[in-house]
């Protein structure tokens, strides 16, 4: 089989680091830590730190000889339901096509696991390391992807160990079903929009034109909300109703009339004669 890479990071902007006063490329140096002096290539060699600042040395040729050897075939474990599949464990994909003496029997594996709804976990030697890889169909193909090993997924029992033991119902519920059904569509790699490549892309064009750099736009700072009143309103449904305000003149007519029979309860007591006593 040949595989090729199906995933690439060669297509974004990539930067250089310059002098800043001569507008030169710098190249990178490796200094002794204790010395400050330079240290050829040739005098440079791999140690594994077994405590602080003592080493165990690894030649070239002791690391090439636990590099397993190569024969460029893939070897079938086992096939697994895809329904078991964790897609935590992904790691780089790769396609998969047939050379010419084998095409039958890779399109009798293709079709075989499309029916049977099964994924093949195998393994092979990339980059001189021993890989376990997940083959499914794709397409016309397959393709296959680099699996991590177990130790270097971390537990998500750490990352999740302060979430309540609770069930949601009710109308919190009704309203998230809502919500993800207004919502639905389909996937589309095409409508995923690198922001950053964009805007790096944008002020690289700018420089080479002499233009203004654009300006950067603050962020609009959300402000923390009830959930389930948020959850109405991107819903578009149970807005808050408000209570139209009286105006001012309406809301001080009352007052008014208040204050002002005080003075004439007064004026009339002022004006009333005083009694003689007899």
């Known amino acids: ?74 070897k079938i474990d086992a096939f697994i339901p895809c329904s078991q599949i964790d897609t935590t464990y992904f790691d780089k994909p790769y396609y998969l096509a047939p050379d010419k003496m084998g095409r039958d029997a890779f399109l009798l594996l293709r079709d075989g696991m499309k029916k049977q709804g099964v994924a093949a976990i195998a393994r092979t030697v990339l980059f001189r390391r021993v890989r376990t890889v997940l083959i499914r169909a794709h397409g016309k193909g397959l393709i296959a992807s680099t699996l991590n090993f177990d130790y270097e997924v971390r537990s998500s029992e750490e990352a999740f160990d302060d979430m309540p033991d609770m069930k949601i119902g009710g109308e919190m519920l009704e309203l998230a079903e809502h919500i993800i059904g207004t919502k639905k569509g389909s996937f589309d790699a095409s409508t995923f929009d690198d922001r950053y490549e964009a805007a790096v892309a944008e002020l690289v064009k700018a420089k080479i034109e002499g233009r203004s750099l654009p300006k950067r736009q603050a962020p609009v700072a959300s402000r923390p909300s009830d959930l389930l009143q948020a959850l109405r309103e991107s819903a578009g449904i149970g807005a808050k109703v408000t209570k139209p305000k009286r105006t001012a003149a309406n809301a001080n007519r009352g007052a008014g009339r208040q204050k002002a029979a005080k003075p004439a309860a007064k004026a009339k007591q002022a004006q009333a004669p005083p009694r003689r006593a007899g």
Not at 8 to 22: D, G, P, V, W, Y
């Open 1 to 74: 089989m040949a595989l090729y890479t199906a995933a690439s990071s060669s297509e974004r902007i990539a930067f250089n680091t310059l002098n800043r006063k001569t507008g030169n490329r710098v190249k990178r140096e490796f200094i002794d830590s204790e010395t400050g002096d330079p240290v050829e290539r040739e005098d440079q060699v791999k140690g594994y730190e077994v405590e602080n600042g003592q080493y165990v040395v690894l030649e070239t040729d002791e690391v090439a000889a636990a590099i397993p050897d190569s024969d460029k075939t893939l």
